[in-house]
Every structure is written in C-alpha cells, then in structure tokens.
C-alpha cells in the first residue's frame, strides 16, 4: 500500500529558495509551493494541507498577516514562521495571537528544520486525536446526563472514605441539594445510621446491593421511598476506590402500589362475599380464578378448580351449545343470561343461570368473566308453585266430582225406588198372569235394583264425606265398642275375635271415622279364611304429628300386586259370588284418612293375612 506523504505548504518570494526547499524535503513530505501569500491562500482552498512554512518578508502580505487568514480558515493548520533578526519583538507577539508553532531565523539548518516539521506535524495529528477524544467525551456525558434527565434517578459516587465525591444534577430535583451543596459529605444527609449500616452490610457481603429498599430523607426532612442499586468499585489491582449509587425514587409507585393492594382486598372481598358464584376463565375454559360461592355450589374446592376446565362441569348434551355460546362471545363480546346445568362434584346435577362478559388481561390475552348462579332454590320454588296449583285444580275438579256423584245417585234413587214400587205391585197383583218365567225375570230385576241400591247408596255416602265437617274429641275405645255392638251378630257367626291395645282419643270427625273403622273391620270379617277362626288386633302408636294405627287379620291376604288397586273405588279382586261387596269400602277409607290429613296403606300380614296402616295428624 502507498503511504500518503503529508502535505505542507512552503511560501516564500524568492524562487530560488522555493526550489532549494522543495530538493531537501520533497523525499519527506509531498512539498506545495507558493511565491506570494495570495497564491498560498489559493492552495489551502484546494488541499488538505497540514503545516505551513511561510516567509515573512513577502511583499503584499507579510508572513504573519498571510498566516492570520489562513487560521482563520483552518484553525488546526501548523505554521513556521521564517524570520530574519529584525522582525522579533513583532514576531513574539504575533506567535501568541495567531498561535504559532516556531519561528526559525534565515538562513535555517536543514536538520533542525527537519525535527521542528516532524514536531509540528505530532501536534497537527495530537490535536486531531484530543478533538476526536473530546467529541466522543462530550457525547458521552450528553447521554449520561441525558439518561439521568429522562429516568430521573439520582447518581451517587462515593470515595473510599465514604464522601460524595460525584452526583448527577437529578439529586435537586428529587432531593433538594444543588451537587455542590452535598459533594464532599458523607451519605448521613439522605440516610439515617440504621438503614446506611444495613446497606453496606450487604455491599460488603456481596460486593452490590440490588434494589435495595429503604426511605431517604430530602433537603426538607421529608421521606422518600427509594430502590438502591449500588456496585463497589476496585481498581485492577483489587483496592477500594468507593461505591457507586443508584437511587431511584418510588415513593409515587409505592404509594399507587398500596392503592393497588388495598383495592384488589376490597375487590376480592367483595368477589369473596358476593353472593354469586364468579369465575374467570381463559378461551379454552381453563379456570383462572373464581370465588367462594363459586367452589361451594360447584362442590370443589378453589384449588381443585383451577386444574379443572369449564367444559368439567357441563355435561355432555350442553356442549354443542356451549361452543356456540362461545363463539358468539368471540363476535359480541359478551352473552346470557342463560340457564344450563352444571355437574356437582358428588355428580348430580343443578342448574345455573349464566352471565359472560370478554374481558383481556395482563397481557391482552382474551379471557371470560362468568357471574353464575346456582338456581336449585328457586327453580323448586317454581316447582312447589306448581304443584300447588296442580292441587288446586285437582281440589276443584274433585269437588266438581263430587258434586257431579252426588247429583247422580240421588237423582237416580227416585227411578229406581219407582222400579223396586212396581216390581213389587207386579209381583202381588199379576204373578198369575204372568206365565212360568215370570218369577225367575222378577227375582233378576229385584236383584239388579238392590244391587244398584247399594251402589248409590255408597257412591252419595262417597261424595259426601267430610260434607259436614266439625271436629270433635273422638275417643278410639268407644267407637270400637260401638262397632261391635253393630256387627255383633257377624262376629258372633265368625267365631270372631277383636282385640285392641292403646287406642287414643283424637281430634277428628267422629261419623267419618266410624265409617272407617266399620269399613276395615268388616273387611277382615268378611275376607276371613275358610274354617279358620278370624282374628283381628287393633292398636295405635303415638307419632310426632299424629297417629299410626293398624288393622291386623288373619284373613286371606292381599296379592302385592294389587296393593294399590284396591283403594281405587268400585276395584274389587273377587266376584260377588264368592264375597259380597261394590268395591268402595277402601276407597272410603282412603278418602276419609286423606281427610284426616293422613295415608293409608296395606302390607301383608307375615303369618297369612292382611295389615291395614293409617295415619291421623293431629296437628
Ligand atoms: P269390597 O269389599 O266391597 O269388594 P273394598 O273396597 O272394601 O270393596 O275392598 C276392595 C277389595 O280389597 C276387596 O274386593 C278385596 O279383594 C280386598 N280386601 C279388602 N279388605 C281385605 C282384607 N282384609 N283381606 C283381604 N282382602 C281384602
């Protein structure tokens, strides 16, 4: 590669000398000439000269005038100035005005010329270096001071006998003191005793502190909540030289921090306590967060759900829909409200009623609120509602019945006691004239008209049950005997043994329960077993709201299977030829038990025969 010799500018008037210099130093440097100061003037204009050696005896413009313009062109340009003994005393002054490298008296020797040349172009090129230096120093401390203006943090250099020794300018802003006012002094003017020692327990220890927390005191004796960072500087050789500080001021985030806390209490109190069941999930249903009402109907714990996902708890026929749900939630951002059902923990059902909102979070990742409520309560509510409805109509289409049954058969006794009247007048009055049959269609007709005698009878008995309705004190024993007397000639036939044990005396309504006890007791009369003596045991047990009675036999038993038929009126499981009867002697009892608030069923009695259960209430 070609060195670039450096180029210098030789000005002088006389040719002759021009060309002796540019012989000597052309080998050196590249050598520019000039034989008038205006010509000089022209060549700096052209090249990047570095040095000039001028006369100063020229005429039109001496040396240093020439040299004046020159510098303040290219201040960094070197110059030798050549004198003859006359021109010192304007010399010495004019050196210290344009700043001139050396003068030389004429005639020169060219070895010294040649070490002043090599010493003027170090300087040119030191110079350059020091600019360069300083430039990249001063952009430097621009950048620094620039960093601490925007982050407003405090710098702190202390020396190795803990004096501040530097401070950024940020120090007044947030602490009050002008940098002169605490360089030189010890860290005491920020910091108590107690917390200094602390600090530097932990520099010692670990060379840094990193973010270390303490209050500082400003100028005007208020606190500051501060984060120290802090760095022990040590030269190569491992001395101490002093500790570097970085003090960042976080009282206002300290502060906004506390907000923050106490109103995320006061929310997730109020989430806690709410009475609703809250849930935040991501878009795949992973649980996030949800509250105590949440985990209680759902009947997993706050832990447990957060390993869970959202589709856990739906069962599997809500799916379809809940995917729907979602992706308009996607569009709309929010949706419901909407029942569906959830999946306890212990694995039934319930339902909700849901709310969803989308909401980001931290970091912009969409997630979904949930506001559900376990609805269980309220939809039994609407349950009860109805039923009790349902029984209100069904009392009212009863009553209607009842009417309708009682209208019937008592209208229906006037024909028929006109048919038995005229039966009756035909048998006495035309039984001859009749012919041989005759008896035998009169005995059928007398038959069929008792039959349906008994059948209104018990159907208006039926419907008017409870008709007239008065309770009074009913003493069980004394209707038991009373019962007797009435059927004393069937137990008589029977062979028939009633016995009773603890039978109380009741509120109730005493026809209506005669009625009932005639009914059973006949019954196990007249389902005795054939040649078997019938037994029948009757007691009472004393409940918490009433009484349970029981009507034991020993008769021929009730086929399981007809358990319930048998209340069911005019159902009968034999045929009148075998045991009289219309099949409504149950479905009074019923009837009249469900008057007394009460149930009545049958179970078999385990040594063949039935047993007969009511229940009174009694309050
Ligand atoms: P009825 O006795 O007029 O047939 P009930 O309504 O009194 O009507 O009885 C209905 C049916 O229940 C009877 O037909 C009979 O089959 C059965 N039953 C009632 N009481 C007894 C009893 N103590 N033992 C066996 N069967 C009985």
Redesign the pocket.
Known sequence: MKIEKLKILYVDDEASNISVFKTVFNRHYHILTAQSAAKGLKILEQHPIRLIITDQRMPNMSGIEFLKQAKQKWPDIKSILLTGYADIEVIKEAINDIGIFRYINKPFDFREMKSTIDGALQLYQLDIDKNKASIVLKEKANKFHNIFKFINDVFIRVDNDGFIEMISPSVYELFGYKPEEVIGKGLKVFMNEKDRNNGLLQIKETGSSNNFETDLYTKDNSLLHVLINSRMQRDEDGIFLGIEYLIRDVTAFKLQQNTLAEHELKLKRFLDNAPVGIALNNMQGKFIEVNREFSRFTGYSVNELNNLSYWDLTPDEYHAQEQIQFDSLEKNNAFGSYDKEYIHKNGHRYPVLLNRVKINGKNGEALIWSAVQDITKQKKAEGTIEIKKAITLLESKNKELEQFAYIVSHDLQAPLNTISSFVGLLEEECKDKLGDNADIYLNFIRQSTKRMKSLITGLLEYSTIGSKRTLEKVNCNELLSLIEDDLQVLIHEKGAVVTCEGLPEIQAYPTEMKQLFQ??I???L??SQPDVFPIIHISAKKQDDGWLFKFK?N????DEK?KEE??IIF????NKED???????????KKIVELHKGEIWVEPNPNT??V?YFTIKTN
């Open positions: 009914n059973l006949g019954n196990a007249k389902y036999d008769g021929i038993g009730i007809f048998i209340f159902q009968r499981l034999h045991y009289e009867g219309d099949g409504i002697g149950l479905a009074h009892c025969g039935s007969f």
